[in-house]
């Protein structure tokens, strides 16, 4: 069954350090996302990727969150400065019909020190 | 602009008992509606989902879901808990159809089953 796999599992990193989290979405889906749960909260919209551009971005998605996806495959979020509240699960997900059905990845476990 | 109210950040029960998990949502357009289940330290796997048609969808797991539009609820049950079940579960809303969709989640309810 396709799915959507994520690295790493886990990153840990020193405030103020580039981090980027990979994802490969589901092969023929279209459209990408990046949610994000702190330890104890609910999930968190971040940000929806379409047609090679953000679609939609909440207001956690600061100037020092960026997406990309560099060739077909990938998709990745790039935190440039991370602080100590960056400290989270990252959830990439995608979809590509109008269910709205989103398929996880099993998440990138991001702590900063 | 969609939400989602779970009541009850934590539920108990005993094995065997019914698992009524409560959840109500916001929308101004015919919403869909996801109920996620979350093990410890894994990610979002979906239960089921309700998008249009029958208002009683049924799930893995031996879960279902009602939806009831005149109470704006998604309460998400199943007749008999096993440990299995103990996770926490998200209620989740998305507006209907179309491209740039995002979910809504919940606050989540832990479940714990007790013997």
């Known amino acids: 069954e396709p799915e959507v796999t994520q690295t790493p599992s886990h990153q840990v990193t020193q405030m103020g350090q580039e981090v980027i989290l990979r994802c490969v979405p589901i092969?023929?889906?279209?459209?990408f996302y990046w949610y994000r749960q702190i330890l104890g909260q609910k999930v968190e919209f971040l940000v929806s990727?379409?047609?090679?551009?953000?679609?939609?971005k909440s207001e956690i998605f600061d100037d020092q969150f960026s997406v990309e996806r560099p060739d077909g495959s990938n998709f990745t979020l790039k935190i440039r400065s991370t602080k100590l509240e960056d400290s989270a699960m990252y959830f990439c997900?995608?979809?590509?019909?109008?269910?709205?059905?989103?398929?996880f990845g099993e998440g990138s476990r991001l702590t900063v020190l | 602009a969609q939400s989602v109210t779970q009541l009850g950040s934590h539920v108990s029960v005993s094995e065997g008992a019914l698992v009524l998990l409560r959840c109500n949502y916001s929308s101004s357009v015919p919403p869909y509606l996801f109920w996620y289940v979350q093990y410890p330290n894994q990610g979002l796997q979906l239960l089921l989902k309700?998008?249009?048609?029958?208002?009683l969808v049924k799930g893995i797991n031996g879960f279902e879901a009602e939806f009831k539009k005149s109470e704006t609820s998604f309460h998400l049950t199943k007749p008999s808990a096993h440990m299995s079940d103990a996770a926490e579960y998200f209620c989740?809303?998305?507006?209907?159809?179309?491209?740039?969709?995002?979910?809504?989640f919940g606050t989540g309810t832990q479940l714990k089953v007790e013997l």
């Open positions: 092969s023929n889906h279209l459209y």
């Open positions: 309700y998008t249009t048609g029958a208002t």
């Open positions: 997900a995608s979809y590509t019909d109008n269910t709205g059905e989103l398929f």
């Open positions: 990727f379409y047609n090679n551009e953000i679609s939609e």
């Open positions: 989740a809303v998305s507006v209907s159809g179309g491209g740039g969709n995002k979910l809504t």
